[in-house]
């Protein structure tokens, strides 16, 4: 049963590196970009066509990066998630994604689904839900940095801080 | 005090700082 957990760190890593691309993606590129092209009258094309199907692709591969992470874990999980000894490390990175992962798809998506009109709000909670969208994505991205430290750490890590 | 996450860099120095205090954390405290 030795291809289960290659074929999980396999999907992990191609799911994780679509999610944090993705998110990368909103924070570098499209969030400045929307408020130029508010400023010159073009950021339906962006809000109608390039953000929603970002965000599918977005918290699906989110799902699918921690429970290819959980896979790969296998018997270990409990031990990460405990942060027993030896497992400090990818049990932190192991939390960071999680912490993530709920953001994803209990603050951002149904803010987001207010903000692109596919569920209904007033002008409003519209505002209200684009300021609280901003500052979980931007959370996500500073707890992205320390998890893939953590995470992405293995012998060198272990070398160099012991963790 | 401005929030850090309104931009790109705060959100970047905010990540690079938490960085440092959780492996400083897990050294001394789960190490």
Known sequence: MEYVPALARWLHFLAGIMWVGLLYYFNFVQIPALKA???????????????????????????????????LLGGQFV??????????????GAWLGTIMLFNVWVIIWPNQQKILGLKPATDEEKNAARRTALL????????SIPMLFFMAGGLTHRAAFGL | MKNPLDSIWGTIISGLVLTVVLVVAAKTLLA
């Open chain 1, 37 to 71: 092209a508010g400023a010159d009258g073009t950021a339906a094309g962006i809000t109608r066509h390039i953000a929603p199907r970002a965000l599918l692709y977005f918290r699906w591969s989110a799902v699918v990066t921690w429970l290819a992470g959980a896979a």
């Open chain 1, 79 to 92: 031990s990460a998630f405990t942060l027993s000894k030896g497992y400090a490390g990818i049990g932190i």
């Open chain 1, 136 to 143: 979980t994505s931007r959370a996500n991205m500073a707890l």
